[in-house]
């Protein structure tokens, strides 16, 4: 049922203010208050499945290549022909993301995604699985996810409507986090004690859940959301509504040069595991575990929040960027595992709060572009990053390729944190006074002003 007109109007243009928050209707209050919705709830019922069986399909498609090939340029590169397709076709998906109906979308790339893990679970239980063979299913996958990613990214609105989107974006993150924290562990029992295929078998099982609860929903209560008609040019207008919008652009670029390079976590764990602790796969599951459940706490904090703040993304940005650098040269494996769950909560605040911010300050006949071209630049800049961090850790060792990625994330934010400010004209203001922010950033005083203000 649509909230009447308006309701998913886009709010006034945020400015890169340091100190200003995304506009947005004013949320119902609660940690789970989008759970609320009938048809949001089906959603994150059917999503938690799919997840843990996505987490676990992970885990051992990374294991499996490993064991394979015994290199972690082999994980790099299956990561990369994963996520190929959202770099070079993610635009796309947003355009169709835009045209056609989203939860018709969703049935169809939801069923494609489980033959994608039958298949594997096929090849891997008969004992026919070639490394080439995982290779060119992660391509199939990457090329259904660049229409699933921004419509499932742009569904989540008119299932909850503005009010509640950034709510519902934070439980979407805490729901997927919950998964990871079962997924790997599952995952880590089922490879040692009878094989990889398993974990591919219920990957793929795992998706009637998500396609039951989609032909569930009441169609009736879906808001309504202007759709884009069909026309050319529509791929060039995404772009140019991005380029023209400070509070858009700015997010992207450092989503981008994180996901890039900050989030090769399969290439940088598994290379830890193996070379510098000397474990297996149960260790490799129990630090994607303790990954998880810092994510998870990020992402209920996020939720507990009704705003998003620029200086929330970009000081995020910064503290994971030197978590991941003291992770890279933590001296010992209690350490290194202690690192993880903060570097997980960091990571996830990112995630949120672009995620969030550029869905609410987006014209809905944009979301999807907006949208696709975020997930193209966070995801689908993996496969520019994944090879070369996989170079670097083979060449190099593991704690070299996981600092290199943290060094690299922390100049983006610090890098993107200046151009904000100075397109805000704002100014860095330090306060140590008890009760003060005691870093902040505010907006300049000009000399004209200061004159004018004194006569």
């Given amino acids: 049922m649509s909230t009447g007109p ?38 994150a019922t059917g999503q938690v499945v799919s997840n843990t069986g996505t987490w676990m399909q992970r885990i051992a498609q990374d294991w ?16 990369a022909l994963q ?36 298949a594997l679970a ?24 660049v229409v699933d990613n921004p419509v499932r990214q742009a569904f989540v609105v008119e299932m909850v409507g503005p009010a509640d989107l950034r709510n519902a974006v934070s439980l979407n993150s805490a729901n997927f986090q919950s998964a990871r924290l079962v997924g790997p562990a599952v995952a880590g029992v089922l490879i040692t004690a009878v094989g990889s295929g398993w974990a591919f078998l219920l990957n793929g099982l795992s998706f009637v859940a998500p396609i039951g609860a989609l032909l569930l929903m009441r169609t009736g209560e879906l808001h309504k959301v202007e759709r884009a008609p069909r026309g050319k040019g529509q791929l060039r207008e995404g772009l140019r509504y ?77 503290l994971f960027g030197v978590l991941e650098v003291a ?36 014209d809905p006949a ?8 975020f997930m193209m630049v966070f995801v689908g800049g993996t496969p520019l990053g994944a090879p070369l961090v996989g170079y670097v850790t083979d060449a190099y060792g593991a704690r070299v390729g996981f600092l290199a990625g943290g060094v690299v994330s922390l100049l983006a934010a610090l890098g993107v944190g200046l151009v ?29 002003t200061e004159v004018t203000v004194a006569a």
């Fill in 122 to 145: 096929v090849l891997t239980l008969s004992g026919h699985v070639a490394v080439w063979h995982v290779y060119l299913i992660a391509l199939v996958l990457g090329l259904v996810t």
């Fill in 366 to 373: 944009m979301r999807g572009r907006v949208m696709s071209l």
């Fill in 242 to 318: 991005v380029a023209g919008r400070p509070d858009l652009i700015w997010p992207i670029v450092l989503v981008g040069f994180i996901g890039t390079f900050g989030f090769n976590f399969p290439i940088w764990l598994t290379a830890f595991v193996n070379d510098v602790f000397h474990a297996g796969a149960g260790t490799y599951g129990l630090l994607n575990t303790l990954m998880a459940a810092g994510s998870l706490v990020g992402a209920l904090l996020a939720a507990r929040r009704g705003t998003s703040r620029m200086r929330m993304l970009v000081g995020a940005a910064v």
């Fill in 64 to 79: 499996l290549v490993l064991s394979l090939t015994g290199s972690s340029a082999a994980v790099g590169i299956t990561t």
């Fill in 83 to 118: 996520f190929l397709p959202m770099l070079l076709l993610g635009l796309y998906g947003g355009v169709i993301a835009d045209r056609y109906p989203k939860r018709r979308l969703l049935l169809l790339t939801q069923a494609a995604m489980g033959l994608t893990g039958l």
């Fill in 327 to 362: 992770a890279a040269l933590a001296p010992q494996f209690w350490v290194f595992a202690a690192l993880l769950a903060p570097i997980g909560m960091a990571g996830l605040t990112i995630n949120v709060t672009a995620n969030s911010g550029l869905q609410l300050a987006t």
């Fill in 420 to 448: 904000l400010a100075r397109v805000g004209d704002l100014r860095l203001r330090i306060d140590l006074r008890r009760g003060h922010p005691h870093v902040a950033f505010v907006p300049r005083v000009r000399p004209e």
């Fill in 6 to 43: 308006g309701a998913d109007s886009a709010p006034a243009p945020n400015t890169p203010d340091d100190t200003r928050t995304t506009a947005l209707p004013q949320p119902k209050g609660g940690t789970f208050s989008s759970l609320r919705n009938r048809n949001y709830r089906l959603f």
